[in-house]
C-alpha cells in the first residue's frame, strides 16, 4: 500500500525492506508507516510512501475491532481468527476457531462476548455460526442458525439480545440470541434481495437490489418498512449515522437526509470514475472505498460538497470493506489485510483554546471521576448535535455524540474514560465540548486512575 504524504509532511522518501513474520498462519509484510498527514498538507505533487500489510492464507473477507482485538473472518473454509492490534505495526495471532461446515464465510459482527460468522457450506444449507470470545486465545463454537429455506445468510447488526440479518432472496430476520447455544427467529419483515444492513436506533436501513428500505424495528417481533428510496445510480452499500444515510452506488457516494425517515431527501454527493462499494465514515471524515483506486478520504464537514483529502491507493483491489479504528485504517481484502494510519485530521486547536462560551451549559457527575461519569446539558431547542472529548493537547480521544438530531430538553451521555477503540484514557484533565446548531458549551472533566 502507498501513502501519499505532502510537502511539509515527515514521510520518508524510501522504506526500508519488509519485515516479514508468520504467526498461527498469519503472514505479514509490513514497512514503517509515514507520520499521518495534516489534510492541510496534501497536494497533487506529493510523494507516496508504501506501507504494505499481506494475507491470511485462504483470505479475509470481513473484520471488526473490539478494544485492540481484530475479529477476522477467514474467507474460504471459514475460521473466526483474533489478532492483537494493540501495535498495528505488529499485530499478534491470539487465537482461531475454524469450523468444517464453513465452506466460505461474508461478514463477522462482534456484540460483547459473541462473535457472528455468516457463511455458506455448498451443497448444503447456510445460515449464521455463534462464538462465544471471552477468551480470545480459545473462541468456542457455541451455536448456528440455519437460514430459511431458499436464501442464505450475507450481513448483520446486533443489539442487545437482538441480531438482525439479511437473507438474500426474501428476508430481513430478528434473531434472539440471548442463548447463543439455541437462536430463534422472532420476527422478520418480506424484502426483496436484501443485502447489506445499517442500524442506527430503532431504524435498520437495508441495501437491495433495487431501492433502499428504512425498517422500523421497535418492536423486533413485527419490523415493519416505513420508507423506500432510490438513488441516481444502483447502490452498492449504505450506512446511516447522525440523521443522514450514506449510499455508495456505481458512480460514486449519495447522501440523504433521513431526520424525517418516512421522507428521505438527498442533499449531497461525491462522483467517482470506478464504482464505489463501501463507505466508514469517522467524525468528519468519510473514507470511501472505489474499485481498483482504493480509500479516498473525504471532508464531510459540509454535506452537500464533499471534498477529496487524501488516497490510499490500491489499485488490484476490486471491492472490500474499509473501517477506521483509532489511529489507523483497515481494508479486509481478500487474500490482504490493509492497514494504513489515518492519512489526514483535522486538528483541534488547544484545550485551552477551545470556546469556553457558556451559550450550553453542561453538568458531569462525578468530577473527577474513576471509571466513568455522566454528561448532562439541556437544549433550548432541537438541533443537530455533537458531543465530543480533547485531551490537554487539544487531540479529539472520544466522540459521544456525532451529528445526532436531538430534541429539545434534558439529554445526557455517559463517558466511560476510553478512546475510540477502548484503550483507557490516562489520567488528567479534558475537555467535553458541545455544538447544537450555532450554539457551544465546554466543561473540564478530571479522570483519576
Not at 154 to 168: H, T
Not at 264 to 286: E, F, H, R
Request: aromatic share 8%; with cysteine.
Amino acid at each position: 500500500m502507498k501513502l501519499h504524504c505532502g510537502a511539509s509532511a515527515h514521510c520518508p522518501r524510501t522504506a526500508p525492506a519488509p519485515v516479514k513474520a508468520l504467526l498461527l498462519g498469519l503472514v505479514i509484510s509490513l514497512a514503517p508507516a509515514a507520520a499521518p498527514a495534516q489534510c492541510e498538507d496534501w497536494g497533487a505533487d506529493a510523494d507516496p510512501a508504501p506501507w504494505s500489510f499481506d494475507m491470511l492464507p485462504d483470505g479475509i473477507i470481513d473484520m471488526e475491532m473490539a478494544g485492540s482485538t481484530a475479529w477476522l473472518a477467514r474467507t474460504f473454509y471459514g475460521a473466526l481468527v483474533a489478532v492483537d492490534m494493540s501495535d498495528p505495526e505488529q499485530p499478534v495471532v491470539l487465537g482461531q476457531k475454524a469450523v468444517e461446515i464453513m465452506n466460505e464465510t461474508y461478514r463477522v459482527e462482534v456484540h460483547g462476548d459473541l462473535a457472528f460468522l455468516t457463511y455458506i457450506q455448498w451443497g448444503s444449507p447456510a445460515g449464521v455460526r455463534i462464538f462465544d470470545i471471552s477468551d480470545p486465545a480459545d473462541p468456542l463454537d457455541v451455536g448456528d442458525f440455519v437460514a430459511p429455506s431458499g436464501t442464505w445468510a450475507y450481513d448483520m447488526e446486533a443489539r442487545d439480545n437482538l441480531l438482525f440479518v439479511s437473507f438474500p432472496g426474501s428476508r430481513v430476520g430478528v434473531l434472539d440470541v440471548s442463548n447463543p447455544a439455541a437462536p430463534v427467529l422472532i420476527g422478520q419483515v418480506l424484502v426483496s434481495d436484501p443485502y447489506q444492513l445499517s442500524l442506527d436506533g430503532n431504524l435498520l436501513y437495508v441495501r437491495t437490489s433495487g431501492p433502499t428500505r428504512i425498517v422500523d424495528v421497535t418492536d423486533p417481533t413485527q419490523p415493519v418498512i416505513i420508507a423506500s428510496f432510490t438513488t441516481t445510480s444502483s447502490s452498492t452499500g449504505v450506512l446511516a449515522s447522525g440523521g443522514l444515510a450514506y449510499i455508495t452506488t456505481q458512480a460514486g457516494l449519495e447522501i440523504f437526509d433521513v431526520s424525517d425517515p418516512e421522507q428521505p431527501t438527498p442533499v449531497g454527493s461525491w462522483t467517482t470514475s470506478k464504482p464505489a462499494y463501501w463507505i466508514n465514515v469517522s467524525g468528519d471524515l468519510a473514507y470511501l472505498m472505489v474499485r481498483q483506486t482504493g480509500v479516498q478520504v473525504l471532508d464531510m464537514r459540509i454535506t452537500a460538497a464533499p471534498a477529496l483529502v487524501g488516497l490510499i491507493p490500491m489499485p488490484t483491489v476490486q471491492w472490500a470493506p474499509v473501517y477506521a479504528y483509532g489511529d489507523h485504517v483497515y481494508v479486509p481484502s481478500d487474500p490482504e489485510l490493509w492497514i494504513a494510519p489515518r492519512q489526514c485530521a483535522f486538528a483541534p486547536a488547544p484545550v485551552d483554546l477551545l470556546p469556553t462560551r457558556t451559550d450550553l451549559r453542561l453538568e458531569t457527575a462525578p468530577n473527577p471521576f474513576n471509571p466513568q461519569t455522566v454528561i448532562s446539558f439541556e437544549l433550548p431547542e432541537s438541533a443537530s448535535a455533537s458531543l465530543e472529548i480533547f485531551d490537554p493537547a487539544g487531540r479529539r480521544v472520544r466522540v459521544l455524540v456525532q451529528g445526532e438530531a436531538l430534541t429539545a430538553g434534558a439529554h445526557s451521555r455517559g463517558w466511560d474514560g476510553r478512546d475510540e477503540i477502548g484503550r483507557e484514557a490516562p489520567s488528567g484533565t479534558y475537555l467535553c465540548r458541545l455544538r447544537a446548531g450555532e450554539t457551544t458549551g465546554s466543561t473540564r472533566l478530571t479522570l483519576l486512575r
